[in-house]
């Protein structure tokens, strides 16, 4: 079942240039990534094989040099450090040995980054570990890069349509280049700010990117500056596909709240920056309480 929004139903004249230079970016970076990400799994299936040695016990702790499919998803991740590698990436290398391993683990880690050391020598810089936003850094250019890479297709895919359905309407009515861009980026450092203050509180310090908190910004602040205004939503559920029109503000409840429950009641969440996306939906909203009032008003009708 998927429901996904993908464009606001209001007759508004002119082109929001900045909305369309976002997506056009992010595509652009996309591509770059991608090719990029190629060029690592190349080299990455070449060192695998450098190390590996069938001679090794399957319950070794030098878990890199025992499975070379595996060794060649996580080394091509390349993040600079094993510490930055998901849970999920960590259980499926480990395998039936991961309990055993819990009782070595700093021998285990250690030995993994000696690789991942050795590896990066030759291989080519990571152009993901260069744009994504590492919340221990508070570094305001990464702030925004993180905004504009994205992780695989369907990530990029899905965070564009969404951002295409509430952000163009949004430019428009606040009609102002300057202002728009402005609220771009605030909702961009709020999402990091928090996401380096839950680190420091002991969140999880896993590096991030994607445009879903400032999507999530968007989401918010329309709830605020259009809360009436319909959305199209396209419903599909196997062979049944339709649309549906729903006002911005329930969207808004649905979305930023399901996160925010998410966020607070479960403890696995897929790798996903749930603080990023909750986060930058009450940023959205806040932004447009105090600095839009005005607007609103104008536009009300």
Known sequence: MLALPYSTALDIKGLPYVTYGVVILCLVIYLFQSENNEDLHRHSELFCKSIYDPALESDTLDVLSTNMDECVDIIGINLNKVEYLIPENMESLWSDNYTAYQDHIDVVMSLMQDHYDVFQRDAPESLDAKLMYYPTSLNPFKSITLSLAHGDFWHIFFNIVAFIAFAPALELLIGNTIKYLAILVMISFATSISFSLTTLMGGDALPSLGLSGIVLGMIGLSAYLMPTAKIRVVFW?????????????????????????????????????????????????????????????????
Request: charged share 15%.
């Open 237 to 301: 559920f196997y062979f049944y596909i339709r649309t549906f029109y729903i006002s911005a503000w329930v969207l808004a409840v649905w979305y930023i709240g399901w996160e925010t429950w998410d966020l607070l009641t479960s403890t696995d969440h897929g790798g996903i920056n749930l603080i990023a996306h909750v986060s930058g939906g009450f940023a959205g909203y806040l932004i447009g309480l105090f600095w839009l009032k005005a607007r609103c008003d104008d536009i009300r009708d």
